[in-house]
């Protein structure tokens, strides 16, 4: 009996001396790392938002969802938004008591505002369309959108049953008679990322029917490759907008920057350089 015990004991012994011992970084510690993004500090600074990917390895995707830190690192980053529920592109508001950001929560991705002190995420945006992009004004009175939108649609529901229609063909063929026609592993299907500008209502909804600032230009409002909204730009006391448009018809297009203004306008981006 005591020889079993001393040679379980000797088992034990060498399968956490095993387990401890160094090993090689691996494709799949690669994989299942968890990945920071898109940090964002508050007005006061005393706070960071962040962006965090992590790997749903069982159901081959990644989960996004936003944390909250103090910039001095004297407590632990918490969770601000449930796994599961896809969250990115934080964004403080002027006060830095709540948060705005994107969620497909709701069935597509619109833009929602969380307040810090406690409560749930409210909608802000409800469009037929995904919401790419954003960028509130510095009183947080207006915010201008990206969407992708068909150039000769008149508004956002004519591109959303342009896009249905095409989603329902089920012939897999196409016809492209100009360039871009695919970027990374998608086909473009004639729509251009466009710039819309909408009023925020007392009550914190966004207005219906935003107006098409980018409307009349033959450019597109991009984003990076990664997807983060790099094409809006405004300083915190600036009284114009700015945003990068790249040239169509190229496999890499030129980049130029434009600019407008907050107020609403149907007068369409000036160039800036």
């Known amino acids: 009996m ?7 004991t000797g088992l ?32 006061d600074g005393k706070w960071l938002a962040f962006q965090l990917r992590e790997t749903d390895y069982d159901n081959n995707k990644g989960v996004q969802s936003l944390w909250l830190v103090p910039s001095d690192g004297s407590a632990e980053p918490r969770r601000l938004t449930a796994k599961g529920q896809t969250s990115v592109t934080p964004r403080w508001s002027v006060s830095g008591d709540a948060l705005y950001f994107l969620s497909t929560r709701s069935g597509s991705q619109q833009l929602w505002t969380l307040p810090l002190a ?17 960028l509130l004004s510095p009183d947080n009175s207006k915010v201008a959108l990206g969407f992708e939108h068909f150039a000769d649609c008149a508004d956002l529901d004519c591109t959303k049953k342009r896009v249905d229609e095409q989603a329902a063909v089920k012939a897999s063929g196409q016809v492209f008679d100009k360039l871009f026609i695919r970027h990374w592993d998608t086909w473009k299907d004639g729509r251009r990322s466009q710039l819309f500008m909408a009023d925020i ?7 219906a029917s935003p107006a098409w600032i980018s409307k009349g230009s033959t450019a597109t409002c991009r984003r990076s490759r ?11 006391m600036a009284r114009r907008l700015f945003l990068r448009h790249e040239l169509p018809a190229r496999p890499n297009p030129g980049r130029r920057i434009w600019t407008c203004s907050w107020r609403r306008s149907t007068a369409a981006p000036h160039r800036a350089t």
């Open 2 to 8: 005591f020889n079993r015990l001393l040679l379980g």
């Open 12 to 43: 034990l012994a060498a399968a956490c001396a095993a387990s401890a011992t160094p090993r090689g970084f691996t494709v799949d510690d690669l994989v299942r790392l968890d990945r920071t993004a898109d940090p964002q500090l508050s007005p």
């Open 118 to 134: 406690g409560g749930e995420a409210v909608q802000v945006t409800d469009y037929p369309l995904d919401v790419g992009t954003f």
């Open 201 to 207: 209502d007392k009550d914190g909804k966004a207005e």
């Open 226 to 236: 990664s997807g983060m909204p790099v094409n809006l730009r405004s300083r915190r």
